[in-house]
């Protein structure tokens, strides 16, 4: 599987738009790229997945550039609620199931 | 749409003693994962399971460890002769089949804090 490297925290400003980057250079032909949020004493929950360049839903944006080996999560308007942590994944997608390595996330801190 | 369960919440045990977890996944969920987290760590994956079948299982997933699904539905998660080592979150998460809606999604429950003592 390959390795991702994210930054361990975070702080923004509430409103502001808040990116984090994720690095993969080993991200191999067939992997895609996943999303998860974590709330203190809650499981994950799925934000977004993408393969290459774009993709928008009603939470988040992610940006893939031609070579994969970033992509970029973007939170658009950030508010407190939106404090915690979020891990970047890199893995096939095999019968539709990602297998998947959770690194230590980056976690965010939104200010108010 | 109750979402994963996960029962019990928290369970404190005594080194040696064995305990058992119960995870309901969501009902048209064919596929069911157990992932162990760390304080500060993210979850590691033990296990998954396709229907009743056990496809996958970590390295994490020492012969004390065993997990079953055995009609295809809620699975449970079983550790032998608990260790301080073995405390932990226990989380169990679900899937639908390939092709449904967010297939690719897996949804998780509220996991099962352990405290060996």
């Known amino acids: 599987l390959a390795k991702t490297t994210q930054p361990i925290s975070m702080d923004s400003y509430e409103g502001q738009e808040v990116n984090i980057t994720c690095s993969h250079n080993?991200?191999?032909?067939?992997?895609?790229i996943t999303w998860y949020q974590q709330f203190p004493s809650q499981g994950p929950r799925f934000i977004i997945q993408?393969?290459?360049t774009k993709v928008t839903n009603e939470v988040a944006s992610l940006f893939i550039p031609a070579d994969r080996k970033s992509s970029t999560l973007s939170l658009p308007r950030v508010s407190l609620s939106d404090t915690a942590v979020y891990y970047c994944?890199?893995?096939?997608?095999?019968?539709?199931?990602?297998?998947?390595?959770f690194g230590i996330g980056t976690k965010l801190q939104v200010i108010p | 749409d109750t979402g994963v369960s996960q029962d019990p919440r928290h369970k404190i045990t005594k080194r040696g003693q064995n305990v058992t977890f119960r995870c309901d996944p969501i009902?048209?969920?064919?596929?069911l994962y157990w992932y162990r987290q760390t304080l500060g760590q993210g979850p590691e994956f033990l296990t998954y399971f396709q229907n009743e079948a056990q496809l996958e299982k970590s390295r994490l997933l020492s012969d004390r460890f065993s997990a079953e699904r055995p009609k295809g539905s809620f699975s449970t998660l079983e550790i032998q002769r608990t260790e301080q080592g073995d405390s932990a979150m226990y989380l169990c998460a679900s899937s639908p089949e390939a092709g449904a809606p967010n297939y690719n999604e897996q949804f998780f429950g509220p996991g099962t804090r352990l405290t060996v003592l």
């Open positions: 993408g393969y290459k």
């Open positions: 994944l890199v893995g096939p997608r095999s019968g539709g199931y990602q297998k998947v390595t």
């Open positions: 009902s048209e969920h064919n596929r």
């Open positions: 080993n991200i191999a032909t067939n992997d895609y």
